[in-house]
């Protein structure tokens, strides 16, 4: 397919399954570049279903990543501590990611993959993990605003 059919089908948002497939990458840090502790950088990622969102650790902290609510029909994942991990996005939706071991410190994530069709029960589930966060409390609040 030349580029100019890409671009077309592009815009009327009818790409052939896994044509413009992407990764997107999202940091495990213990310190932020905003000087925030214990944070995925960025907060938020709005991908495409079929597309990667890949989870590195920078430093040996012990973070995770971890699927707290997934669209329904998607797959839960829960990596190993201090190890990469590749999350392929199948269904569309809002994915309420943490770090198992730093939840506690709002050390959380949110994916949008196309429609947000579950965002009224992801808003509900970062409320009752938030309630529970020592600090980082308005990080789910923070991200779920850039939803749209």
């Not at 495409?48 to 890949?54: A, E, L, M, N, P």
């Not at 797959?75 to 809002?94: L, Q, R, S, Y």
């Not at 770090?99 to 992801?122: F, P, R, T, W």
Request: contains cysteine; positive net charge.
């Amino acid at each position: 397919m030349d580029t100019k059919s890409v671009a077309i089908l592009c815009v009327l948002g009818v790409l052939p399954q896994g044509a413009a497939a992407a990764d997107v990458h999202v940091k495990m840090l213990t310190k932020g570049s905003d000087g925030q502790a214990l944070v995925f950088e960025p907060l938020f990622v709005k991908v495409k279903v079929g597309d990667t969102v890949i989870y590195t650790p920078t430093e040996k902290a012990g973070h995770t990543s971890v699927s707290l609510l997934v669209p329904a029909g998607a797959k839960p994942w829960k990596a190993v501590a201090d190890t990469e991990i590749k999350v392929k996005i199948e269904k569309p939706g809002i994915y309420l990611v943490e770090c198992d071991v730093h939840k506690s410190l709002g050390m959380v994530n949110v994916i949008q993959a196309g429609k947000a069709v579950n965002l009224d029960e992801a808003k509900k589930k970062a409320a009752e993990e938030s309630a529970k966060m020592v600090v980082g409390k308005d990080r789910y609040e923070k991200a779920l605003a850039m939803v749209k």
